[in-house]
C-alpha cells in the first residue's frame, strides 16, 4: 500500500511576521493553492499540502524546496469528513498544532439545472462548501487550545453574481460567504479570525488553459498576496472580506 502522505526538510530560514507558524493549505497542488502555499514557506511558515491527486501533490511539494522550510503534504478529497479529520489529526501531529487554515480547494462543473446530475450537484457542494465545515470542525478547536489562529476560505465574485449555467457553483460560493462570516462571529473572541477573498477571474487552470492571451485576469499570485497580507495584520485588524477584480477586462 502506498503511502499517502510525506515531508520535505528545507535548511534555510527566513525571519518575519509569519515566521514559525504552522499553516494547512488545501487544494494545494496548483493555481492559487500552490501560489499561497508557496508564499507561506517563503514566510518560514511550516505547511501542510493537500489534494486528492497524488502525483501533482508530491511534485508541487517538490518545488516548493526552492523555498526555506518544512513542507509536508497528505493526499486528502476534503469532501469526505472522514479524509479531512485525517488531514487535520496528521498536521497537528507533524507541525505541533495548527494556526493558520487556507480553505482554498475548489471545483466548478457549469451545466444547466435541467442536464446537471445530482452527483455533479453534490460533487461541487462537497468540495466548495461541505469541506469548510470539516476543516473548521475539526481545526477550530486545536486553534482554541493553542490561544487562536486564523482562518481564510478562498471564495469568488460568483458569490455575489450569478450567472447561467452556474446554479451549483454559485450557490456553494454564496455559502462560503455565510458560512464565513458566521463563523467569523463565533470565534472571534477566541482570538481566531476568519477572513475570506473573492477574486474574480483568475488565470489559472481552474477556468481552462493559462496563456498569455488571459493575461488581462489576475494572476494566482495576486490572490497569495491578499492573503498574506491578511494574515500579517495586527491581530486588532480583523480583516472578514476582500474582493479582487482584475482591472481592465475585456470589452
Known sequence: MRKSHSSLTIQKEAPGLLSGKRAIVTGGSQGIGFCIAKALVSKNVHTVICSRSRKPLSQAAEKLTRSSNQVFWKVCDVG???????????????????????????????????????EEWRSVMRTNLDSLFFTCHYAVPIMRRSGGGMIVNIGSLAGKNTFTKGAAYCSSKFGLKAFSEALMQEVRYDDIRVSYVMPGSVNT??????????????????????????????????????????????K
Not at 216 to 239: F, G, H, M, N
Open 205 to 250: 487552470e481552474f477556468s481552462g488553459t493559462s496563456t498569455e492571451h488571459n493575461s488581462w485576469k489576475l494572476s494566482a499570485e495576486d490572490v497569495a498576496d491578499v492573503v498574506i497580507d491578511i494574515l500579517q495584520r495586527d491581530p486588532r485588524c480583523l480583516t472578514s472580506r476582500i474582493e479582487m477584480r482584475p482591472s481592465k477586462p475585456p
Open 80 to 118: 469526505y469528513a472522514e479524509q479531512v479529520e485525517e488531514l487535520i489529526c496528521f498536521s497537528a501531529q507533524q507541525l505541533g498544532g495548527i494556526d493558520i487554515l487556507i480553505n482554498n480547494a475548489g471545483v466548478g462543473i457549469f451545466q444547466p439545472v435541467s442536464e446537471m446530475t445530482p
